[in-house]
């Protein structure tokens, strides 16, 4: 089993950043995709950015395209995402997720093996 735990979510205005975490316990993920995914009020789950097992291939949503950045640190079992300029459509909860050894272009909620509980980004305007 692993345990996924999101932070640094938080209130920023909008041009603002802010530094998603989501540390990974309860066995390695060396070889899980990982990714996020946000949740606005009263809209679906959409994907946000995906990152290989490995960590050479990245792939983003448009909308997030030259703002955020995906990464990871696999010695420390955990998830990045920094998000730059952001904006008021950027409110969301935001979730990080697992999914064993998936394409990033495929890192979809089907393939998911593993779900943060979520941190809630709210960017004003």
């Known amino acids: 089993q692993v345990q996924l735990v999101e932070s640094g979510g938080g209130l920023v205005q909008a041009g603002g950043s802010l530094e998603l975490s989501c540390a990974a316990s309860g066995r390695t993920i060396s070889r899980y995709a990982m990714g996020w995914f946000r949740r606005a009020p009263g809209k679906e789950r959409e994907f946000v950015a995906a990152?290989?097992?490995?960590?050479?291939?990245?792939y983003y949503t448009d909308s997030v395209k030259g703002r955020f950045t995906i990464s990871r640190d696999t010695a420390k079992n955990t998830l990045y995402l920094q998000m730059n300029n952001l904006k008021p459509d950027d409110t969301a909860v935001y979730y990080c997720?697992?999914?064993?050894?998936?394409?990033?272009?495929?890192?979809?909620?089907?393939?998911?093996?593993?779900w943060g509980q979520g941190t809630q980004v709210t960017v004003s305007s």
């Open positions: 997720a697992a999914a064993y050894q998936a394409p990033p272009r495929l890192f979809t909620p089907h393939n998911c093996d593993y």
């Open positions: 990152i290989s097992w490995i960590g050479e291939s990245t």
